[in-house]
Every structure is written in C-alpha cells, then in structure tokens.
C-alpha cells in the first residue's frame, strides 16, 4: 500500500510538472482528461502555486472562499479584495467580455467543460481566439471530457491537447436486447432491479431535463412507498442542474447514510460535472433534448435525441471511480447507431442575435469563425433581427442604440424583438439604464413579465 501511495504521489508531481511547463510553451493548450480526474479543481491549485467547485478547491488550498478562491453564478457571488482563483459559469465570463474585452484582470482563462460545445462556450472560444492576439502574455486553458471535441478545439486554435489523468478503472457495459418503449420508466425499473438485486453501492441516472427529473422523482418514492418494510431505505436525491447549488452538495457528494442507497437523478447537462463517491452504478437514458433550428420557419424546436458515442463514453466513466470498477445499464440496444458526436449547438440552432451583437461591438466582423459555423442563413438571420432593432445601420455596423443593447445582453436572449421604432428601443433603454436594470439583474425571470407589458405599444414578441 505504502508504494502504490508514493507511486501516486511521483504520477501526481510529474502530472503537475508536465503541466505547468506546457502552459508556459503554449499560449493556448487544450486539456483531456475524464470526469473526476481534477481538472476543475486541481488544474487551478498548479497553476496558483507556480461556487460550486470554489469550496473544495479553497479547503485543498488552505483558505476559506472570498480569500484566495472565490466563485460568481447566478443569484450568488463569494469574491474578495486578495482573490487569486475566481470561479464562475460560462454565462458570467461573456459577461467580463462585455465589461472588459481585454480581461485585463486575468492572467489565465480556463474554459472548464468546454465539450458541451454551447453557443455560448464557442463564443468564448471566438472572442479568445481574437484576445490573445491583443494580449500575448495571456495563457487560456480549454478542457474538454471528450477527446473528439478536444481534437476539434485544437485545431480550431492551433494548439496541442494536453492528456490528463488517464483512466485507471473497468466498467462494464450492460445492454437490452429490444429497444425500450418508454426510456423514464424503464430508467427506473432497472433502478429498482438493482435496488432489489445488486450488491451495496450507489446509483447515478442520467435523464434528459430537469422535467425528467421531477417525474421520476416523484414516480420513484410512489413506487418505493409500495415497497416500504420489505427492501433497504432508497435515498433519493435529485439534481435540476450545474452547478449544484451549495445547500445540495452534501446530499449529491457526501456519504450515504448507514442503512441506505442513494439514488441521484441528473439532466443530462450534469453528465460531466457529477464525479460522485461511491456510485457503482450508472443507468444511462441514452437521451437528451436539443434545440434544432427550423431555417423555414425560423424557430428553435425542442426535440429528444439519441447521445453521441463520445457522450456515451462519458457517462459510462461515472460508474465505479471509488472501486476501481461499475457497471452501466443503457436503455438502448447495443445494436443502434449513433453519431460518432454530436453537433454543436453553434451548428443546429439559431445562432442567437445577442451573440452576434456582442461580436460586431468587439470587432469580430467574421461571425462565421466559430468551431463549427452556423449555417450562413442563420447569420443573414440574426443581422437582419439586429438592423430591425436598429442595433446594425444598413452597413452592418454597430450603431449607439447597438452599443446600449449590448450592455444589457444577458436581457436580449429572453427577447426577439421586431419591427418597433428606435425611439421605442431607447424607451426601453432608458428603462434599462435606471435603477430598474438593477432589479431586472437580480431577478431576470421576471423580465419576460415587465417586456410583456410593453408588448403592447411596442409589439415586442418573445421566444424560449
């Protein structure tokens, strides 16, 4: 035992050294490496030392958060004056962007889970292709769970891909024989199979949306209620999205109770962020939901999708991390094809205005320089919405109502504004730039509520 632990320690110091120095070489580098093997949380401490995962990275770095490590999500912000490591979502880093686009207060950006490939994290890809020709002292670090969209970001930059933390782990895979009819229900029956079945050991599931997980949260303590007094305790934990908020970390990573099982019910959004201890167990939807861009009739259309394979790999490595072994139950055949990966969203939805104002304000006139390009209908699209607003004048440049807009982006996605006049935009501007916009920050679910009032002097209409 005492050599497996020193020969952990030297793979960890290589590890770390290995790391540091292709930092230094490169100013871009891309980093693979499976769920659960550190880069959120230790990626940050190597760099440090030459919100959600805030916490467990201030406790291993021997500080309390808001001293050295700090985190910005919504509704919630922990910062401090001596901060060296700042957490926060993808959304708040388009944010600093907006504020700063130089990021002048950074010196390395990470761009953690970045083969979700969102439009809003291509975007962040685009805007750093473009800062780190105007900053080159900076360093940007793009993780990735899956090599295939590791492979494509490098070439998208350039740059080489950082192999961390290899897998040292056995699952198995576990397959039906006959496509399933109903992928919730029998998500749950093989939860109580297993239950029922199955030696000691936690169970993950992986649904498609946080509307799964309700039902089958529901579903499952009924169905457990019938069985109280005949079968072990079913601890049953739900999760509606990443990060986990603060008040649910200890339900979703901590211990189970002596006595129980944990099941965690997760979107499919959690799939890479839910590294749990002692989930032996992973029972695979194979679904998700995407949004598909109708260019007909110029709407987004939410529709269940089979997984890729690369998304496949990463849910079948959630099973077993703490014992070196698991086991995944897919609720497809092993028969069925699938995408070797799927598409990002940059190249199946609308490409949405916001993002596009947000380009043309920073210089960025090639809109097509995303990892994968929206199609060039959906560009002419979001121009054209945006010289309606009268945030582009006729020459495709940005205007001051454009610039204002732009201010207020984090509002624009909730909006899809037509055919109402400029004085109309900087009424509602004007609005914006008050105290209101402070409460509209704060409680941006309302938003749709206040514009829908104006809908009627300014025929505003609103899309999801």
Not at 58 to 79: M, N, P, R, W
Not at 234 to 250: F, K, N
Not at 257 to 280: D, M, Q, W, Y
Request: charged content about 25%; glycine content about 6%; aromatic content about 10%.
């Amino acid at each position: 035992m005492r050599r497996r632990l020193q020969g952990m320690k030297r793979r960890a110091r290589l590890w770390k050294e290995n790391f540091v120095e292709a930092v230094k070489d490169n100013p871009v580098l891309v980093v693979y490496g499976e769920a659960g093997c550190g880069k959120t949380t230790q990626l940050t401490q190597y760099l440090a030392e030459s919100g959600d995962f805030g916490e467990r990275v201030a406790k291993e770095f021997g500080s309390t958060l808001g001293e050295k490590v700090g985190y910005t999500v919504k509704f919630d912000e922990c910062t401090g004056p001596d901060i060296i490591i700042q957490y926060m979502t993808h959304s708040f880093l388009l944010r600093e962007f907006v504020r700063d686009e130089n990021l002048s207060q950074y010196s390395v950006i990470i761009v953690d889970d970045a083969h979700w490939r969102t439009i809003v994290s291509d975007t962040i890809c685009c805007l750093l292709k473009s800062l780190i020709l105007r900053r080159p002292g900076l360093k940007c670090i793009i993780t990735s769970q899956i090599r295939e969209e590791a492979d494509v970001l490098a070439d998208y930059f350039l740059a080489n891909v950082f192999l961390y933390e290899p897998k040292t782990f056995y699952v198995v895979d576990e397959y039906p024989i006959e496509p399933v009819s109903d992928y919730l229900d029998s998500s749950l029956i093989q939860v109580l199979q297993i239950h029922l079945t199955k030696p000691e050991g936690d169970i993950l599931v992986i649904l498609t949306d946080q509307e799964d997980v309700i039902r089958a949260y529901h579903s499952l303590h009924e169905r457990m209620s019938g069985l109280r007094n005949i079968v072990p305790e079913l601890l049953i934990v739900p999760v509606y999205d990443v990060p986990v908020p603060s008040e649910m970390q200890a339900k979703v990573y901590g211990r189970t109770p002596t006595g129980f099982r944990k099941v965690v019910l997760a979107p499919c959004t959690a799939e890479a962020s839910l590294s749990i201890h002692n989930v032996l167990y992973v029972v695979d939807s194979g679904a998700e939901k995407q949004f598909i861009y109708d260019e007909r009739e110029g709407t987004n259309s939410l529709v269940i999708a089979r997984i890729s394979g690369a998304s496949e790999n990463v849910r079948k490595n959630l099973a077993g991390r703490s014992r070196y072994g698991g086991i995944c139950y897919r609720m497809y055949p092993c028969t069925e094809v699938m995408l070797f990966r799927s598409y990002s969203e940059c190249g199946r939805m609308n490409l949405q205005f916001f993002i596009v104002l947000i380009m043309q304000v920073m210089g960025i006139k090639d809109v097509h320089d995303f990892p994968d390009s929206p199609s060039p209908q959906v560009i002419k699209s979001a121009m054209k919405q945006l010289t309606d607003v009268h945030a582009l004048d006729e020459e495709g440049n940005v205007t001051k109502i454009g610039k204002k807009w732009q201010n207020f982006y984090w509002i624009l996605h909730h909006l899809k504004l037509s055919s109402h006049s400029s004085q109309m935009t900087e009424i509602i501007i004007s609005l914006f730039d008050k105290k209101i916009s402070i409460f509209l920050y704060l409680y941006v679910d309302y938003v749709e509520i206040l514009l829908q009032h104006l809908n009627n002097i300014s025929k505003i209409s609103f899309f999801c």
